[in-house]
């Protein structure tokens, strides 16, 4: 079995988006460029969404104009909707994400619509990309659980994934929105989906909110999965989902593949510096411990 793991850096997005103080543009490109020159071969970059439900990501236009796209490096963008994705396309986005998820409830209080009702919103999105030569991922969150309903019935999850990787998404990350996943429960809903969609095809997304995340990766890398996604210095949150705790940082990631013997292709001492980086400007101590540790040597 493929002993490298590609680790997507959603940092510049999903890290940033919930911040309660505006971040500044300029520390938005120069995250992305410390980020551009970890080894690192996917950075999300930021989000083409309404200014009015993120107001944190208003700027993404000037982000992702601002960076210097490194070969190599994929820099993809989430859309919500048409109009995201036009807003991205007239600035030379190249790969884009959508976003919809397992708990119907959730996804009503996320993006005002059905879970059915999103995807039939992506479909003209995937139809312009084939055309555009644009890549789309798809997100499926709350797979392991929803702040409002509780238990999500591993079918929905097995069921959106699938429709998605129908629809044309390349790949497809599993995000455990709420961090309430235990490493059986991971690893059952994973084999579930890779029932239907090839592992290959197939992303982790975990949040830490009870210190499971890395106990979680360590159980679908078992399992087969090779690609995951992580935020550097653990920033991030969700805003529908009060007390869940930023991603799993990208250093604790890197230092737990790297420990296993897996190739990530990033330098970890780099990526650690660029998240104590991170913290300072966003005024507090980093979220990853592989970064205290190094540090301190």
């Not at 999965?225 to 920033?235: L, N, Q």
Request: one cysteine or more.
């Amino acid at each position: 079995m493929d002993d490298f793991v590609r680790i997507v850096e959603v940092g510049p997005r999903d890290g940033l988006q919930n911040e309660a103080q505006p971040v500044a543009t300029a520390d938005k490109i120069e995250l992305i460029r410390q980020l551009s020159l970890t080894g690192l071969r996917t950075i999300e970059a930021t989000s083409f969404v309404s200014p009015r439900w993120v107001p944190q990501l208003a700027d993404a236009a000037e982000v992702y104009t601002g960076i210097e796209r490194r070969p190599g490096i994929d820099y993809p963008v989430l859309v919500p909707n048409e109009q995201g994705y036009d807003r991205a396309r007239a600035v030379g986005v190249e790969e884009v994400a959508v976003f919809t998820a397992a708990s119907e409830t959730f996804n009503r209080t996320n993006t005002n619509a059905g879970i059915d009702e999103s995807l039939a919103r992506f479909a003209p999105i995937l139809a312009r990309a084939q055309v555009d030569g644009v890549k789309v991922r798809g997100y499926v969150s709350t797979v392991l659980g929803c702040p409002y309903q509780g238990e999500v019935a591993v079918s929905e999850v097995v069921r959106v994934a699938k429709a998605l990787h129908a629809m044309g998404c390349y790949e497809i990350s599993l995000g455990d929105t709420i961090g309430v996943g235990t490493p059986r429960k991971a690893r059952a809903m994973l084999k579930a989906v890779a029932s239907e969609i090839p592992m290959s095809a197939l992303a982790v997304h975990f949040h830490d909110t009870y210190g499971q995340a890395l106990a979680n990766i360590d159980a679908c890398l078992e399992e087969g999965v090779r690609v995951v996604d992580s935020a550097v210095s653990g920033a991030g949150g969700c805003p529908y989902a009060k007390g869940a705790s930023g991603n799993v940082a990208s250093e604790d990631v890197v230092y737990l593949l790297h420990g296993i013997g897996m190739r990530t292709g990033v330098d970890l001492p780099a990526l650690a510096a660029t998240g104590r980086w991170l913290a300072t400007r966003l005024g507090r101590e980093t979220g990853s411990k592989a970064g205290k540790a190094l540090a301190a040597l």
